[in-house]
Structures are given as structure tokens and as C-alpha cells.
């Protein structure tokens, strides 16, 4: 039993997958066909691809469990072997990321398991992989990982801001901020494809409607996750102590105070997509609750996001978790996404 108060790590974060009868994986030989096809349309259209290869490897999980999301990945990996063959061992290390994630995502869903913890896992797991690859790949060329993204990013920022002395006093006012957040970029690619192959997989979990049929509202929000019940679990909070606690410590005299600021910048950007998510629910339930119609939605939601530059949202994501304007149950029951 947990005590008044306490939150369960899942409670408010899974996704429903639909459900449905298991038959023969020999049926869904078209699907197959469109898993091997999802991979090697990543290498032009990465978030078409990760996309369809969720929603392939999703369809295949609920029609034919645990053997079609088998064969699925076998797939998957050997139209990977063949991408190594064909273009370099090195090119295909760049797809194994995504389609890792599609993997990973597809699974969580099907087996109700895509908690914040077990996504933020996945996000981790993608972005380090990432950074090893190409950390591998620069050091061959005699460059550090560092070196590489700050150049990158100092390109971008020069692009967009163009040339002339007022240009380069806004590129050498911004160059501090990006060695101490440069490996965030991995983080937020990341995340896009776990977006991306989260959608993929909810639309390969809908449930099969008869032709004639038609899907009731009830079966609907019951396959469609309510951001207005995600509920953040405590420990993000205690990232976010401790990444503000390594900011401060980085402006002292202390080792490596350098790769201190810039770890602790990358978490606290890192965690901050979960208080985001946080706030929009307040948002959502708040809209919920006066009943606006879809057109004020869309306008309150996209100011919303808008002000997120200013971390409005998080903030608000944050404080939800003691304020609980919401009032949702922190007492140890569930409250499922669905709910």
C-alpha cells in the first residue's frame, strides 16, 4: 500500500493499446512487406519511416502477438544487415537509432508498459547511442564530438542571423550557451522520433471495425491517450533539484566544472519535456472543464506553446505537482491515461 500523497511512477502515463484476437502471422504478409519497406525509406524520409515502421510492427503485435511483433523486428534487423551491405557499416549505424526506438515504442504500447520512466529510458538509450556513433565517426577524422556540434551549431546560428558586427556580437554572446547545451541537440532528436514513432504505433493499435461498423465515441477515447490525466512522476522533480543544484555547483572552483554545466544545462532541458506535457494537461483539463469549443482550443493551445519559450508550461507542469489543480487521485490508485 502506498501512503496519502504518494504517486505511482505509471499512474497517468501509459498508453492503451487496443486489443484484439491473435491469428496467423502468414496473413499479414503485406504488413511485412511494409515493415522492410519503413526502413528503407528512413534513409530519405527518417520521420515518415520511423512512423511507418511503429504502426507496421504495432498491427502486426495486436493481430498476431508476441510472433508477429517477432517477425516484425527480424525484418527490420535483416533489411538493416542489408543496408550495411549495400551503403557501409557506418551509414546503417545511423538508422539502428530509430529503428531501435520504433522497436522499443511498439513494444511499451502493446504491452501497456509506456510509462515516463520507460520512455525517458528509451530517449536516453537513443541519444547516447547517437553520441557514440558519431563521436567514433569524428574521432577517425581527428575531431572531437564537442568541436563538431558547436561548429554546427555556430553555422546554424550564423545563417540565421547573417553577417555584419551586430551579428557577431549575438554569435559571441551565444556561444557559451551553446557548449553547455550542445548535447541536447541528440536529446531532441530523440524525442522527435519517439513522437513520431509513439503516433506511428497508436494508429497501428486502433481496433478493426467491421465494414458497415462504425467505431463508437466511447471505444475512441479509450484508444486515444487524455493529456489532461498525465500526471509527472516524482523522480522528475528530483532531476530537476538535481540538475539545478549541478548549475549552481559549475559556477564554483570545483573539477571539470565545464562538463558539470554542460551535463547539467543538457538534464534540465531534458526533463523539462515532462513538466511541458505536465502543463499542457492542466491546460487540457482546464478546457475540458469549461467546455470551449475546438476553434478556442486550438487558439488557447497554440498561444500556450507559444509562451513555452518562456517555460510557461513547465512551470506550470512543475507546480501541478504539489497545486494538483487537476485533483487527481495521488492516494496509489491508477489513473490511467484513458481515464
Not at 544487415?81 to 538508422?95: D, I, N, R, T
Not at 556580437?169 to 553547455?180: D, G, K, N, R
Not at 478556442?296 to 506553446?305: D, E, L, P, S
Amino acid at each position: 500500500m502506498m501512503a496519502s500523497g504518494e504517486r505511482q511512477d505509471g499512474a497517468g502515463t501509459e498508453i492503451v493499446p487496443a486489443t484484439s484476437q491473435p491469428g496467423s502471422p502468414s496473413k499479414g504478409l503485406l504488413w511485412y512487406a511494409g515493415i522492410a519497406v519503413s526502413v528503407a525509406i528512413m534513409a530519405r524520409y527518417p520521420m515518415l519511416g520511423v512512423m511507418c515502421l511503429a504502426m507496421g510492427l504495432r498491427t502486426q503485435a495486436e493481430r498476431f502477438d508476441a510472433k508477429g511483433l517477432g517477425i516484425g523486428v527480424g525484418i527490420a534487423c535483416g533489411v538493416l544487415a542489408a543496408w550495411g551491405v549495400a551503403f557501409g557499416f557506418e551509414s546503417m549505424l545511423y538508422a539502428v537509432a530509430p529503428v531501435g526506438i520504433c522497436i522499443a515504442v511498439s513494444a511499451l504500447m502493446w504491452k501497456r508498459r509506456a510509462s515516463v520512466l520507460a520512455i525517458s529510458l528509451v530517449v536516453v538509450a537513443s541519444a547516447a547511442f547517437s553520441m557514440v556513433v558519431d563521436a567514433v565517426a569524428l574521432a577517425g577524422m581527428g575531431m572531437g564530438l564537442d568541436e563538431a556540434m558547436l561548429s554546427m551549431l555556430e553555422e546554424a546560428a550564423r545563417a540565421y542571423v547573417g553577417r555584419g558586427v551586430e551579428a557577431e556580437l549575438a554569435l559571441a554572446t551565444a556561444m557559451p550557451v551553446f557548449e553547455s547545451i550542445w548535447p541536447f541537440v541528440y536529446v531532441a532528436s530523440s524525442l522527435l522520433n519517439v513522437a513520431f514513432a509513439g503516433f506511428g504505433s497508436l494508429l497501428g493499435g486502433v481496433p478493426q471495425v467491421r465494414p458497415g461498423s462504425r467505431m463508437s465515441y466511447a471505444d475512441a477515447q479509450a484508444h486515444v491517450p487524455q493529456i489532461s490525466s498525465f500526471d509527472a512522476p516524482l523522480w522528475a522533480v528530483g532531476l530537476v533539484a538535481l540538475a539545478v543544484l549541478g548549475i549552481a555547483a559549475s559556477t564554483l572552483s570545483i573539477p571539470e566544472a565545464e562538463l558539470v554545466r554542460t551535463a547539467s544545462w543538457t538534464l534540465l532541458l531534458s526533463v523539462r519535456f515532462i513538466f511541458t506535457v505536465q502543463g499542457l494537461g492542466v491546460l487540457m483539463g482546464m478546457l475540458n472543464r469549461w467546455r470551449l469549443g475546438c476553434f478556442t482550443r486550438v487558439v488557447v493551445i497554440m498561444i500556450a506553446v507559444s509562451l513555452e519559450t518562456m517555460f510557461v508550461l513547465s512551470i506550470i507542469g512543475l507546480i501541478d505537482v504539489w497545486a494538483n489543480f487537476r485533483k487527481l487521485p495521488r492516494d496509489g490508485a491508477r489513473a490511467e491515461a484513458h481515464r
